[in-house]
């Protein structure tokens, strides 16, 4: 078993920057890998970003890219989002997800344990 915890979310005007936080606990945290996804009331989930165990590697939704950034760091067990110039669409829940396997994908299958979620809220 996987426990994730997200923290970080809140209110910011477009714009603005969040940095989210997830911190795992239960099996070994460096061996999977670790991603982002996030859904808006009335959508699907969806991908944000992923990361590889060894963070050699990061892939990114085409929304956020040159906006977010996915790091690690495995001592501390912990996976971030920088989410900086901030725009009202990114507004929705934000779950931190770990993967079944040590490489980053963006199928939202490849991830099975989920944090509860927080929420982020951009006004225009």
């Known amino acids: 078993q996987v426990q994730l915890e997200e923290s970080g979310g809140g209110l910011v005007q477009a714009g603005g920057s969040l940095r989210l936080s997830c911190v795992a606990s239960?099996?070994?945290?460096?061996?999977?890998?670790m991603a982002w996804f996030r859904q808006a009331p009335g959508k699907e989930r969806e991908f944000v970003a992923a990361?590889?165990?060894?963070?050699?590697?990061?892939y990114y939704a085409d929304s956020v890219k040159g906006r977010f950034t996915i790091s690690r760091d495995n001592a501390k067990n912990t996976v971030y989002l920088q989410m900086n110039n901030m725009k009202p669409e990114d507004t929705a829940v934000y779950y931190c997800?770990?993967?079944?396997?040590?490489?980053?994908?963006?199928?939202?299958?490849?991830?099975?344990?989920w944090g509860q979620g927080t929420q982020v809220t951009v006004s225009s």
């Open positions: 997800a770990s993967g079944r396997f040590p490489i980053a994908t963006t199928t939202i299958a490849h991830y099975n344990y």
């Open positions: 239960g099996r070994t945290f460096s061996r999977a890998a």
């Open positions: 990361i590889s165990w060894s963070a050699d590697s990061t």
